[in-house]
């Protein structure tokens, strides 16, 4: 294994302390009273004077979260959260990635910040989505839809696939919800090749 190889492996939190280098915009947050390693940077406001815009912390078990704005993270780019960190490269990119989200608001509604508002929704809903209660199935229907709009690829769920094909065969509207642009449905053809398996 080369030095350098061997320099960037991160076995205990000790490791991620003592090897990541802080350089601005970030600043470690110095806490005594839990066991983990946290970054963030801060954003001048005139109303509320500096606060956390973004934050990464690893815990004693090398698991990375990421913040912005006090929204947790559940993905950023290729990476899912929480992360399993072994290495300060990982480290790195994915406070490269944080520090150049763009999260101030303006009138153009970018990307970044389209993808992170729908993330604080998801993460409001599901707390509610396990609850059962009267509107339960729309909850599910919202957070199946919006999780569906973070995704490249659509990945849907088994209830949401014996949805679209009770649509199909029962009901015959699946055309008709697919064309509305309303909402992500899989096409007939995936349904199909699902129901021909049953």
């Not at 910040?113 to 919202?142: A, C, D, E, N, Y």
């Not at 309303?182 to 007939?188: A, E, G, T, V």
């Amino acid at each position: 294994m080369r030095e350098t190889e061997k320099n960037d492996i991160c076995v205990t939190l000790e490791d991620v302390k003592l090897k990541v280098q802080i350089e601005k915009p970030w600043q470690v947050v110095d806490n005594d009273t839990t066991n983990d390693f946290t970054t963030c940077t801060l954003q001048k406001s005139r109303d509320a004077g500096a606060f956390v815009e973004k934050c990464s912390t690893i815990d004693e078990n090398l698991m990375l979260t990421c913040y912005v704005q006090s929204v947790k993270l559940s993905s950023l780019e290729n990476f899912q959260f929480p992360l399993k960190v072994n290495s300060l490269c990982t480290i790195e990119a994915v406070r490269d990635l944080l520090a150049n989200m763009q999260t101030s608001s303006c009138t153009n509604f970018s990307d970044s910040q389209f993808t992170l508002t729908l993330q604080l929704v998801l993460s409001m809903l599901i707390p509610l989505k396990s609850r059962s209660f009267k509107f339960h199935g729309v909850i599910w229907f919202i957070y199946e839809q919006m999780r569906l709009i973070t995704q490249s690829v659509y990945n849907y769920s088994y209830n949401f696939l014996f949805f679209a094909s009770f649509l199909q065969h029962f009901a015959k509207r699946l055309p008709f919800f697919r064309t509305s642009d309303n909402c992500l449905l899989p096409c007939y053809n995936t349904i199909r090749k699902i129901t021909l398996t049953i």
